[in-house]
Nanobody, 118 residues
Framework: QVQLVESGGGLVQAGGSLRLSCAAS????????MGWYRQAPGKERELVAV???????NYGDSVKGRFTISRDNAKNTVYLQMNSLKPEDTAVYYC????????????WGKGTLVTVSS
């Protein structure tokens, strides 16, 4: 089991910045993939940024060059630095973790709301 707790959402003006945090309940070394997805009202959940095997990162096309994912292994925490925010970035941001043993186990945080005003 992995519990994920997000923090850092809020209201920001367009062009501003926010940093989200996701704290895991166990060592992130034991997690195969960990990162962020988002879901805007009326839209499907989409990839924002994720660490996959090792230190490989993958970003959604709409956030490349503006968002940066990072992690602190000692704190079992993954961060999402969001710069140059746009109104279309408004969404609930979810932390995700995937653990592969004999099965794929997937875990989600409860989400944190990011609202970008124009």
């Amino acid at each position: 089991q992995v519990q994920l707790v997000e923090s850092g959402g809020g209201l920001v003006q367009a062009g501003g910045s926010l940093r989200l945090s996701c704290a895991a309940s166990r060592s992130i070394y034991s997690i195969n993939a960990m990162g962020w997805y988002r879901q805007a009202p009326g839209k499907e959940r989409e990839l924002v940024a994720v660490f996959t095997s090792g230190s490989t990162t993958n970003y959604g096309d709409s956030v490349k060059g503006r968002f940066t994912i990072s992690r602190d292994n000692a704190k079992n925490t993954v961060y999402l630095q969001m710069n140059s925010l746009k109104p279309e970035d408004t969404a609930v941001y979810y932390c995700n973790a995937r653990v592969v043993t004999t099965l794929l186990q997937e875990y989600w945080g409860k989400g944190t709301l990011v609202t970008v005003s124009s």
